[in-house]
């Protein structure tokens, strides 16, 4: 599409248990990943700054009992008001945020957002994270969502329960089984489509290999979120190269990132 472009913003990284990512791979405890945190951000001609993802929280935010799973690495600038200042721009220059998923390494920057953008994600993903963050009093005592952080959700967000075209151009796509209602983004660059898998398939070995992820919630439909991205793929001839995995270390070692946006 004439004059879409989009520009990936470096949100840090941890080392986390391998199995999180290629389930069984490895001896329980023996390999940690480096494991990268990104945001896509999209210019659009019409609808403005359009944010996928706004990656995890400050090493010191993150809730002592996630801290053992995840060694959070200390990296100045790699946060998404630094990343967009690589940029030229503020916070209040994004006007909507799409959220993939609510766990922490997704959400982890929403909170700079909640006053000035419209936020989006699944219908069932919204409903499942604030039931189960608010069964207790603790901010963390849900594995990988955070109480406080999900209730940044509530201030202004339209819930999604289907595939649609967001934005010309912009295709929200529903991949559910690492949670229950996961959302995939397809863009049409000007340079062509990319794909972006979210956490349906967090490496290449998931993806091209058939490797399920290590957390999901239902593995029948992470599965088949697989084989319909493979299907959007080939339908829309997206080349290897432009499908985008969550965490994938060695993808992202080769992606540009801001300041340099995407061919």
């Known amino acids: 599409m004439k004059d879409l472009k989009a520009v990936i913003l470096d949100l840090g990284s941890n080392y986390s248990d391998g199995n999180f990512f290629e389930a069984g791979k490895y001896e329980p405890g023996t390999h940690m990943t480096n494991t990268p945190f990104y945001g896509l951000l999209i210019a659009h001609p019409t609808a403005g700054y359009i944010l996928y993802d706004t990656g995890d929280p400050a090493k010191e935010d993150w809730p002592e009992a996630l801290r053992p799973l995840c060694q959070v690495i200390d990296a100045p600038g790699k946060n998404v008001v630094d990343q967009l200042a690589l940029l030229g721009l503020k916070v209040e220059d994004v006007k909507h945020v799409i959220i993939s998923h609510m766990h922490i390494d997704h959400i982890g920057g929403l909170h700079h957002f909640a006053k000035t953008a419209t936020i989006y994600v699944n219908k069932?993903?919204?409903?499942?994270?604030?039931?189960?963050?608010?069964?207790?009093?603790?901010?963390?005592?849900?594995?990988?969502?955070?109480?406080?952080?999900?209730?940044?959700?509530?201030?202004?967000?339209?819930?999604?329960?289907?595939?649609?075209?967001?934005?010309?151009?912009?295709?929200?796509?529903?991949?559910?089984?690492?949670?229950?209602?996961?959302?995939?983004?397809?863009?049409?660059?000007?340079?062509?489509?990319?794909?972006?898998?979210?956490?349906?398939?967090?490496?290449?070995?998931?993806?091209?290999?058939?490797?399920?992820?290590?957390?999901?919630?239902?593995?029948?439909?992470?599965?088949?979120?697989?084989?319909?991205?493979?299907?959007?793929?080939?339908?829309?001839?997206?080349?290897?190269?432009?499908?985008?995995?969550?965490?994938?270390?060695?993808?992202?070692?080769?992606?540009?990132?801001?300041?340099?946006?995407?061919?």
């Open 124 to 263: 069932t993903e919204f409903q499942d994270a604030l039931t189960l963050t608010h069964q207790s009093d603790s901010d963390n005592d849900f594995g990988f969502y955070v109480r406080s952080l999900v209730d940044v959700m509530a201030k202004k967000v339209v819930l999604v329960d289907k595939d649609q075209e967001l934005f010309p151009g912009v295709h929200l796509i529903n991949v559910p089984g690492h949670v229950s209602g996961l959302m995939a983004l397809r863009v049409e660059l000007e340079g062509g489509d990319i794909l972006l898998t979210s956490d349906a398939a967090n490496m290449a070995s998931n993806y091209f290999e058939g490797i399920p992820g290590g957390i999901v919630c239902c593995g029948d439909k992470a599965a088949e979120s697989v084989q319909k991205l493979h299907a959007i793929q080939k339908e829309c001839g997206i080349p290897d190269d432009r499908v985008i995995f969550s965490h994938d270390e060695a993808q992202f070692a080769k992606l540009p990132k801001a300041p340099d946006w995407l061919a």
